[in-house]
């Protein structure tokens, strides 16, 4: 099927259907991928992806380096311009209507910028006016937020003062501030602490019991093995393996067994070094 010259502003597939039957197609979908494709230096960095995720379903990406996980949540979410492919998130395609699309998103982005001289209410107070949240809402939920996440005790200190630990949970504080149907996290855990960590868990699963959907990243296989009830694995550029996770794991012990058969790495580190530990001290 052929589709004709695109009509807005990103280059269309052309094996790809209109963004109308496309969005018949995925109701009911938290989000639908289809043919997305990142270029780089000629390279194909995300080769014509196409990805459902359920809704309220909890969503591992996984990938070694260089994978595409990153390439890919940055055009899902809005930040960076694909080459080809569509984006739909609950029900709106994500680069014909980014604005609407923004307002269904909660995004904690690879690399956390944020306003460094506010404290972390202010943070959340300037973030929820930006999104049209009423004052007396946006500091309800703020307040709220701040106690769930443990962060209470930082009270006027600056953001450029937090911790790893304390900047992923501000972060998803804003994320989470103007209640979006979809949460989508490039590795949240990523060098937090356990308590940290735990609590990060804690509110992410209360969220997708509540009916959200969660899709993150992550390198740490038993921690998507125990948090994600569907996964993806990525390999150079392309989706290599997806769906709910026992159909991912398969016959193999673990997720981690079944990634390592899935990227091809099953025997890597096997060979070599001999002459390591081999030599009297
Ligand atoms: N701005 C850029 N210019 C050129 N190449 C890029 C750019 N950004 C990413 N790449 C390349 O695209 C590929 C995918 O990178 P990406 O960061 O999406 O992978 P990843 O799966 O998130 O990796 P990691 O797990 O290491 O974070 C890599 O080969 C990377 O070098």
Known sequence: MTTGPPTDRIAVVPSYPRPDAILAE???????????????????????????????????????????????????????????????????????????????????????????????????????????????????RAAELMTVLDLDEAGSKLVADYSTGMRKKITLAAALLHAPPILLLDEPLEAVDPVSARVIRTVLTRYTAGGGTVIFSSHVMALVESLSSHVAVMNKGRIVANGPLAQVRGEAASLDDAFMHLVGADDIGTGGLEWLGSSPA
């Open 26 to 140: 995925v109701g009911g979908q938290a989000l639908a991928i289809r043919g997305l494709t990142k270029i780089y230096d000629g390279r194909a960095v995300v080769d014509h992806i196409d990805l459902d995720v359920p809704i309220g379903s909890f969503f591992g990406l996984v990938g070694p380096n260089g994978a595409g996980k990153t390439t890919t949540l940055s055009m899902v979410t809005g930040l960076l311009r694909p080459d080809g492919g569509r984006v739909i998130m609950a029900g709106v395609d994500v680069w014909a209507d980014p604005v609407a699309a923004k307002t269904k998103m909660g995004v904690l982005p690879d690399g956390l910028r944020l306003f460094e001289r506010l404290s972390g209410p202010e943070l959340l107070s300037y973030l929820g006016r930006l999104r049209g949240l009423p004052a007396a809402t946006v500091d309800a």
